[in-house]
């Protein structure tokens, strides 16, 4: 059974950083695609950023320059660092995972439909 459990969440002030974690359990998959979602208070969930397990990385425009996608594939971590935090950014932030069948299919797929596993959130809150 696959297990996504997220955690670095908290509060922080505007320009703040925070760096979230995503540790995977019971993922057997070696060619997969990683993701970090996010959802604000009356929104829908947005997608942020993935990474694919060849290290290619994927950003939301909102956020290029500012968060960084890593994975640790030994340990089945993935990590989100987000820096030059504000207000906009205020959301539960969600791991996501989908196993690919090839390589070549990649992860342009940004659709939450496309995720098949989902963590229970962190809390990122940022105060102006």
């Known amino acids: 059974q696959v297990q996504l459990v997220e955690s670095g969440g908290g509060s922080v002030q505007s320009g703040g950083s925070l760096r979230l974690s995503c540790g995977a359990s019971?993922?057997?998959?070696?060619?997969?695609?990683m993701g970090w979602f996010r959802q604000a208070p009356g929104k829908e969930r947005e997608w942020v950023a993935t990474?694919?397990?060849?290290?290619?990385?994927y950003y939301v425009n909102s956020v290029k320059g500012r968060f960084t996608i890593s994975q640790d594939n030994a340990k089945k971590m993935v990590f989100l660092q987000m820096t030059s935090l504000n207000s906009d950014d205020t959301a539960m932030y969600y791991c996501?995972?989908?196993?690919?069948?090839?390589?070549?299919?990649?992860?342009?797929?940004?659709?939450?439909?496309?995720?098949?596993?989902w963590g229970q959130g962190t809390q990122v809150t940022v105060s102006s």
């Open positions: 019971g993922f057997p998959y070696s060619i997969y695609c």
């Open positions: 996501a995972a989908r196993r690919r069948e090839y390589a070549w299919q990649g992860c342009a797929d940004m659709a939450t439909a496309a995720y098949n596993f």
């Open positions: 990474i694919a397990s060849d290290g290619t990385t």
